[in-house]
């Protein structure tokens, strides 16, 4: 049977915690997608169609990875684009709790022949969330290393325009 993956999140923006998990489980799986939710709890930097084509220009070297974009449940998502595996990262302990309580309600949702797989996070970016190279960022932190050169760009454009 073909494996086809997803990968989701809020990538605002994608970092390059995110990059790793991408790269590792591309590697694992026929297909890999990147499905970008539109979270309209979280105030986003990026529009979800910017957010497209960047994340899209970044994983332009992984051939079996694209990208898409999706709201309201994820199993809904997951069951009717039939992915067979959900990619999810975990950066410590307290990712922990929160994520196996998402997957065993996922399991209840998803059709019977999806798995929800769990990657360690390299530890040089375990400390990592979009919202903390957010803030460090426009308060003139330094996040080189952190994000995607191309989004760093953006991120700088979008700052020197609020300024
Ligand atoms: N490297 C760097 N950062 C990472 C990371 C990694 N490997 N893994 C997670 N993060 C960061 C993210 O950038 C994010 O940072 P932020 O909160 O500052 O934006 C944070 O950790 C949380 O990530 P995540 O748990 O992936 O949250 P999310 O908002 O990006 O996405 C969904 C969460 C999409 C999986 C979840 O909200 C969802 O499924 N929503 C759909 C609605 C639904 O079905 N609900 C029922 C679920 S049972």
Known sequence: MKTRALYTGSFDPLTNGHMNI??????LYDELTVGIIANPSKKALFPIEEREIMIAEALSCLG???VDHFSGLLADFVNSHGFNVVVRGLRGAT?????????????R?????????????????????SSMVKEVHSLGGCIDGLVPEAILKRM????QKQA
């Open 22 to 27: 991408i790269t590792r489980a591309s590697k």
């Open 64 to 66: 079996n990875v694209k």
């Open 95 to 107: 990712d922990f709790d929160y994520e196996i309580q998402m997957a065993q309600m996922n399991a």
């Open 109 to 129: 949702l998803f059709n019977d022949q999806v798995e929800t797989v769990f990657l360690m996070t390299d530890p040089q970016y375990s400390f990592l969330s």
């Open 156 to 159: 700088d454009e979008v700052l």
